[in-house]
């Protein structure tokens, strides 16, 4: 299946494809001007399907330098990135090469953005592997890095010339990172397609379940698929985040400073700690009167349905009220002093400013306390 992003000059296609890797050669030999590919990757992703894509490769006769790093969120800083840029111009990349990111969104945020500077950008093309990568970071070009003053501070709007998505690959990432990638499929639904949220109750057991079941690889591929073409159609309308796209951050102002507190590590996995933010949003939004109070509970029970996390209570986390909407004060979609928060109910969400926050510190509060 392709779904194509809409951007001018920019657009691309977003093509997924169960064993989409072991053929993948011949779909990027139409993006090369050189027979030749510089591959970023990471240890884990590469013990698992780096082989299919090195002999891929070799197949159709595309000569490719891998660049792999450490697995994990450290890697997506300046030192990893400077070391990285430095190799690959070490292996002599000329402006007409292309750099392929192969793995989750570590790697794609990583990749994208040294592809987006190295000889002041060479193009790139996304081979997500994570369910948080296949069905977000790895579509409408954010890359970037972490920095100590907080996530993805420092980086670029950046598209990739192709997104390759290769469902299959899920069936080696660990339960609890597939479960966190699906965090962000049922977020397409909350934001505003009721109808999928819907279809999400009735088959995400399948879609993140360990078995083979019959109906899995299709679930799995209709779920990625409508939230590859969510996304699509959000970018394609703003790309820069300047009013719509500021929506794919639902749960991300909640969840983003339970990341903080928690070390952005395991802890607390970015796709836990949206799921977790969503339902606060959805709490604090049927506190304000902007929704029914039954869609926090109807995704709540959903998420655990599913065998997700749906509490700070859950989570080794010691804090306070205060100290998280200090890191909310410290969000991107601050603006003025004031936290732009994603509000509504499951397939209302909007941009609200002006929130009383001694709302969202009860929110947090009982989150934090209520047994
Ligand atoms: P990740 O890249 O760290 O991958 C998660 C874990 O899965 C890692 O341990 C990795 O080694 C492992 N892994 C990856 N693919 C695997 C596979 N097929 N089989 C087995 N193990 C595999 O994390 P992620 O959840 O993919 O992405 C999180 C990152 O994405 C964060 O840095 C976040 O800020 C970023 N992000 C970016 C955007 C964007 O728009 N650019 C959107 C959302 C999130
Ligand atoms: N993941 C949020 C965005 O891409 O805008």
């Known amino acids: 299946m392709t779904i194509p992003l809409e951007l001018d000059a920019r657009s691309y296609d977003i093509i997924i494809e169960p064993g989409l890797i072991s053929h993948i050669g011949e779909k990027l030999s139409l993006f090369l001007k050189n027979p030749r590919v510089f591959v970023v990757s990471e240890d884990t992703v590469m013990g698992y399907h780096g082989g299919a894509l090195k002999q891929a490769l070799a197949e159709s006769g595309i000569e490719a330098k891998f660049f792999v790093v450490p697995a994990g969120e450290a890697t997506k800083s300046i030192g990893p990135l400077e070391a990285l840029c430095n190799d690959i111009l070490s292996a002599g990349i000329e402006r007409t090469d292309i750099i392929v990111a192969f793995g989750g969104g570590v790697i794609g945020d990583l990749a994208g953005f040294a592809a987006s500077i190295i000889l002041r950008g060479v193009d790139f093309v996304q081979i997500p592997t994570t369910l948080l990568s296949q069905v977000d970071s790895s579509v409408g070009g954010k890359t970037g890095i972490n920095t100590p003053h907080g996530k993805n501070l420092i980086?670029?709007?950046?598209?990739?010339?192709?997104?390759?998505?290769?469902?299959?690959?899920?069936?080696?990432?660990?339960?609890?990172?597939?479960?966190?990638?699906?965090?962000?499929?049922?977020?397409?639904?909350?934001?505003?397609?009721?109808?999928?949220?819907?279809?999400?109750?009735?088959?995400?057991?399948?879609?993140?379940?360990?078995?083979?079941?019959?109906?899995?690889?299709?679930?799995?591929?209709?779920?990625?698929?409508?939230?590859?073409?969510?996304?699509?159609?959000?970018?394609?309308?703003?790309?820069?985040?300047?009013?719509?796209?500021?929506?794919?951050?639902?749960?991300?102002?909640?969840?983003?400073?339970?990341?903080?507190?928690?070390?952005?590590?395991?802890?607390?996995?970015?796709?836990?700690?949206?799921?977790?933010?969503?339902?606060?949003?959805?709490?604090?939004?049927?506190?304000?009167?902007?929704?029914?109070?039954?869609?926090?509970?109807?995704?709540?029970?959903?998420?655990?349905?599913?065998?997700?996390?749906?509490?700070?209570?859950?989570?080794?986390?010691?804090?306070?009220?205060?100290?998280?909407?200090?890191?909310?004060?410290?969000?991107?979609?601050?603006?003025?002093?004031?936290?732009?928060?994603?509000?509504?109910?499951?397939?209302?969400?909007?941009?609200?400013?002006?929130?009383?926050?001694?709302?969202?510190?009860?929110?947090?509060?009982?989150?934090?306390?209520?047994?």
């Open 155 to 371: 980086g670029s709007f950046y598209q990739p010339k192709a997104v390759f998505i290769d469902p299959d690959t899920l069936d080696t990432l660990p339960r609890r990172e597939l479960l966190a990638g699906y965090a962000e499929v049922v977020k397409y639904g909350v934001i505003d397609d009721p109808d999928f949220f819907t279809w999400l109750e009735k088959n995400g057991s399948t879609i993140v379940s360990a078995e083979g079941l019959p109906e899995k690889q299709k679930c799995r591929m209709q779920a990625i698929a409508h939230s590859c073409k969510a996304k699509a159609r959000v970018v394609a309308e703003d790309e820069r985040e300047g009013g719509k796209r500021a929506l794919l951050n639902l749960g991300h102002t909640f969840g983003h400073a339970l990341e903080a507190e928690c070390g952005y590590g395991d802890t607390l996995l970015h796709g836990e700690a949206v799921a977790i933010g969503m339902i606060m949003a959805l709490e604090t939004s049927a506190r304000m009167g902007l929704a029914d109070h039954t869609d926090c509970e109807r995704l709540t029970h959903h998420f655990k349905s599913v065998g997700m996390k749906t509490s700070v209570r859950e989570i080794d986390i010691s804090t306070d009220a205060e100290t998280l909407l200090a890191h909310m004060h410290k969000d991107k979609k601050v603006e003025a002093g004031t936290i732009g928060f994603i509000l509504g109910g499951i397939g209302t969400a909007a941009v609200h400013r002006g929130v009383d926050l001694e709302i969202v510190r009860g929110v947090l509060h009982d989150s934090l306390n209520t047994a």
